[in-house]
């Protein structure tokens, strides 16, 4: 799904989107990442390439969820400076885990960190209240090949 197809805005009245980080890389991501989306689910996440968007730039080009919360699929950039400020990690990596309790061990399926948007100049510029949730699948084999997927919100942590 390209940036200017708002086809997720055709689903039918009532739909909630309100997925678990489980679901959002086991569902999502992980189907994305292989390029198999079952016919029934749809692609409800589109793609975006989101460092020349301002946060609140994002309404309407993203995925409508819960709240103020918006769902795409972004690859990953070096830089993350957009026109009015920059996206900075803040805190940790939390791992998340499946939840198929197969002889009661839960396993790593992926990683979520945090950002904060900045506005001013890398380095320079002050915090706000839009935090960025990034999440990127964990392989059995191999932790190189990363595909992201992030979560904005307007919070208040």
């Known amino acids: 799904m390209g940036e200017d197809n708002l086809s997720f805005n055709l689903l039918p009245p009532g739909f ?13 991501l992980n189907r994305k990442k292989s390029a198999i989306l079952p016919n029934c689910h749809p692609d409800v996440i589109p793609d975006l390439h989101l460092y020349p968007y301002d946060p609140w730039d994002l ?32 805190g940790f990596e939390e791992p998340i885990y499946s939840n198929n309790n197969n002889n009661n061990c839960q396993k790593i399926i992926g990683m979520k960190k945090y950002s904060a948007f900045y506005i001013g100049k890398p380095f320079e510029g002050v915090k706000t209240n839009w935090i960025m949730h990034e999440y990127y699948s964990v392989s059995c084999s191999s932790s190189a090949g990363r595909s992201t997927s992030s979560r904005k919100r307007n919070s208040k942590f």
């Open 16 to 28: 909630r989107f309100y997925p678990s980080d489980e679901e959002l890389v086991v569902h999502f």
């Open 59 to 90: 309404n309407g080009k993203a995925m409508g969820g819960e709240g103020k919360k918006w769902y795409f699929y972004s690859r990953k950039t070096q830089t993350r400076i957009t026109g009015s400020g920059y996206w900075q990690p803040i």
